[in-house]
């Protein structure tokens, strides 16, 4: 994939935790202050599986085995979702739960835009074990239920815990301890984007 003119100037910010950390909560919260267009990796994969299209279906039987979607297909749902965004006015655009893992974080970068900062919400497990499977009360969500949680609490630790130590190595990682009320993590988290000066 040759990189994207129309998104050379795009400020990005990758948005990390692990399941139950609050990225979805605390996104909306920022895109209604600062404008920027959300994207979810996961919403944009749910609703490709969503719309039943043959790529859909594959997708579908990966999520509900708990493991990770394609490096390819995945980046390709992000780069059509910001340049459909930025047609619109979009000028950034926060990415969450994107990159899972380093390759994916690498070829994001050359191939799309280079992050400005990753917002990482560090939280325990005890307490996103506690969110997802009171979410799963009422989501209809097939990963919110305690097996699958549990195997997704391992894939963060291997695949995603490395991308955050690459980004602080580039001091790029904004970590937020999400353990409070949602208010109280927004409050941290405007302190650190008006520093950012988006």
Same mark, same amino acid.
């Given at each position: 994939?040759?990189?994207?003119?129309?998104?050379?100037?795009?400020?990005?910010?990758?948005?990390?935790?692990?399941?139950?950390?609050?990225?979805?909560?605390?996104?909306?919260?920022? $895109?209604?202050?600062?404008?920027?267009?959300?994207?979810?990796?996961?919403?944009?994969?749910?609703?490709?599986?969503?719309?039943?299209?043959?790529?859909?279906?594959?997708?579908?039987?990966?999520?509900?085995?708990?493991?990770?979607?394609?490096?390819?297909?995945?980046?390709?749902?992000?780069?059509?979702?910001?340049?459909?965004?930025?047609?619109?006015?979009?000028?950034?655009?926060?990415?969450?739960?994107?990159?899972?893992?380093?390759?994916?974080?690498?070829?994001?970068?050359?191939?799309? $835009?280079?992050?400005?900062?990753?917002?990482?919400?560090?939280?325990?497990?005890?307490?996103?074990?506690?969110?997802?499977?009171?979410?799963?009360?009422?989501?209809?969500?097939?990963?919110?239920?305690?097996?699958?949680?549990?195997?997704?609490?391992?894939?963060?630790?291997?695949?995603?815990?490395? $991308?955050?130590?690459?980004?602080?190595?580039?001091?790029?990682?904004?970590?937020?301890?999400?353990?409070?009320?949602?208010?109280?993590?927004?409050?941290?988290?405007?302190?650190?984007?008006?520093?950012?000066?988006?």
């Amino acid at each position: 994939m040759a990189p994207v003119d129309q998104l050379k100037d795009a400020k990005v910010i990758f948005v990390l935790g692990g399941p139950g950390s609050g990225k979805g909560t605390q996104c909306e919260r920022i $895109v209604a202050k600062y404008g920027l267009a959300h994207l979810s990796s996961g919403d944009l994969l749910r609703a490709e599986v969503a719309s039943g299209s043959e790529r859909g279906n594959r997708l579908k039987a990966i999520m509900e085995s708990g493991e990770l979607v394609s490096l390819d297909i995945v980046l390709e749902l992000i780069r059509d979702a910001m340049l459909a965004r930025g047609a619109a006015g979009a000028k950034g655009f926060l990415i969450d739960g994107y990159p899972r893992e380093l390759e994916q974080g690498v070829r994001f970068e050359s191939e799309l $835009v280079p992050c400005k900062a990753v917002l990482f919400f560090d939280v325990s497990e005890e307490v996103m074990q506690q969110r997802l499977l009171k979410r799963g009360e009422t989501s209809g969500r097939v990963d919110d239920n305690e097996a699958t949680i549990r195997k997704r609490f391992q894939t963060f630790q291997q695949l995603t815990k490395p $991308v955050i130590e690459h980004y602080k190595g580039q001091g790029k990682v904004i970590q937020v301890d999400a353990s409070g009320s949602v208010d109280e993590v927004f409050g941290q988290v405007q302190k650190q984007l008006d520093a950012l000066k988006l």
